[in-house]
């Protein structure tokens, strides 16, 4: 399956060795064979079993404070995702719209397979037990609210900020959390940046560094 035209306001960022960093967005889709080693949380949802204890922490300190967050979403197969995205393509397609019209619709409502942070497995939709809805008003809620405050503290960062839709390629999304590790989450909380200005920013920082080591070998 081919779309004409992606969207060009996505950086592309490949060359990451670091499996929490790993970037996935409409231009760094996974293979079709990605897939991490999973583990399952209580509700049978499944995570990247590398991260899943920080998830759990998190979640039950949370729990701790009195609050009640639930869990809605987390790893999806890029196979599961193709399914969900081929049915999607099909509506569109009984609507009358053309095969490359339809793909363009479906990308609206589910995300190109492989370029779901959900196919990657570290990344977890958390609500309130009290208004289970994604939608912007989950940011008023308890439990996100914690969340927001305390997730870098776990290693995970609000993966779609309010306002970075131009860079992300996706709306503000107050409950989806990503895993990137302790200190990349602390950096990127407290700068406000998204994943895709963070890796950028060391990215040029470790290019400038390897120059200036270049220039004084050259001295
Ligand atoms: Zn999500």
Same mark, same amino acid.
């Given at each position: 399956m081919k779309i004409s035209e992606p969207p060009k306001f996505i950086p592309s960022i490949?060359?990451? #060795?670091d499996w929490m960093l790993t970037l996935v967005n409409y231009n760094n889709p996974l293979p079709d064979t990605y897939k991490p080693v999973l583990k399952s949380l209580s509700n049978g949802l499944q995570f990247d079993a590398r991260a899943i204890d920080q998830l759990i922490l998190m979640l039950s300190d949370a729990r701790a404070q009195g609050l009640s967050p639930v869990v809605c979403s987390a790893y999806r197969s890029v196979e599961y995702q193709q399914k969900l995205f081929n049915n999607q393509v099909k509506k569109q397609m009984a609507k009358g719209l053309d095969r490359q019209q339809a793909e363009l619709e479906a990308q609206k409502v589910v995300a190109y397979p492989g370029t779901s942070e959900h196919n990657l497995g570290l990344a977890a939709d958390i609500v309130s037990l009290s208004y289970q809805h %994604?939608?912007?008003?989950?940011?008023? &809620?308890a439990e996100v609210k914690w969340l927001t405050r305390h997730c870098s503290e776990y290693g995970?960062? %609000?993966?779609y900020p309010e306002g970075k839709r131009n860079i &992300?390629?996706?709306?503000? #999304?107050?409950w989806h959390f990503r895993y990137v590790g302790i200190d990349a989450a602390k950096e990127i909380m407290e700068s406000g940046q998204c994943l895709e200005e963070y890796l950028e920013f060391k990215e040029s920082a470790l290019a400038k560094t390897s120059s200036t080591t270049a220039a004084k070998v050259i001295r």
């Open positions: 490949n060359n990451n #060795e %994604l939608d912007q008003a989950q940011a008023n &809620t995970f960062i %609000l993966r &992300t390629g996706v709306i503000y #999304e107050p």
